[in-house]
């Protein structure tokens, strides 16, 4: 069963998962791109630096550098997902959806995609015995 996250718990729960997540794309032929990211959390009360840039950006985002190819992806604003794997074996994975965006805020920001946050689930941890056939 998934548990809901909201934009509100994901500042706690960055403390328990890490700031590094697989990030999810979908190029413009359909195919998937996974790529893992370094991510930085802005709520509106905080502000951090991703690579030396300041985060002074939309409350409730997620932002990150990943390559180009990813980067194509979005030329146009889109949905993705971030996946944060489960901090320990038989805890929860976090699932984050949200629409991706290149900023394009001049030289310091080149590169870095900004995720707005649509919501978010931590997922079931898988079967304990790999034979057992949990439902998917």
């Given at each position: 069963?998934?548990?809901?996250?909201?934009?509100?718990?994901?500042?706690a729960?960055?403390?328990?998962?890490g700031?590094?997540?697989?990030?999810?794309?979908?190029?413009?032929?359909?195919?998937?791109?996974?790529?893992?990211?370094a991510?930085l959390w802005?709520?509106?009360?905080?502000?951090?630096?991703?690579?030396?840039?300041?985060s002074?950006?939309?409350?409730?985002t997620f932002?990150?550098?990943?390559g180009?190819?990813?980067?194509?992806?979005?030329?146009?604003?889109?949905?993705?997902?971030?996946?944060?794997?489960?901090?320990?074996?038989?805890?929860?994975?976090?699932?984050?959806?949200?629409?991706?965006?290149?900023?394009?805020?001049?030289?310091?920001?080149?590169?870095?995609?900004?995720?707005?946050?649509?919501?978010g689930?931590?997922?079931?941890?898988?079967?304990?015995?790999?034979?057992?056939?949990?439902r998917?």
């Amino acid at each position: 069963m998934s548990q809901l996250v909201t934009a509100d718990d994901v500042p706690a729960r960055l403390e328990e998962y890490g700031t590094s997540a697989f990030l999810v794309t979908v190029g413009g032929d359909g195919s998937p791109k996974v790529v893992h990211v370094a991510v930085l959390w802005t709520d509106g009360a905080f502000g951090g630096s991703l690579d030396g840039i300041s985060s002074q950006p939309a409350a409730g985002t997620f932002h990150c550098r990943p390559g180009g190819g990813t980067l194509r992806n979005l030329v146009q604003p889109g949905p993705v997902t971030l996946i944060f794997p489960p901090p320990e074996p038989g805890a929860y994975s976090m699932l984050i959806d949200g629409t991706g965006r290149v900023v394009d805020g001049g030289e310091d920001t080149a590169g870095v995609l900004e995720v707005s946050f649509g919501g978010g689930v931590l997922h079931r941890p898988v079967p304990v015995d790999p034979g057992d056939l949990a439902r998917c």
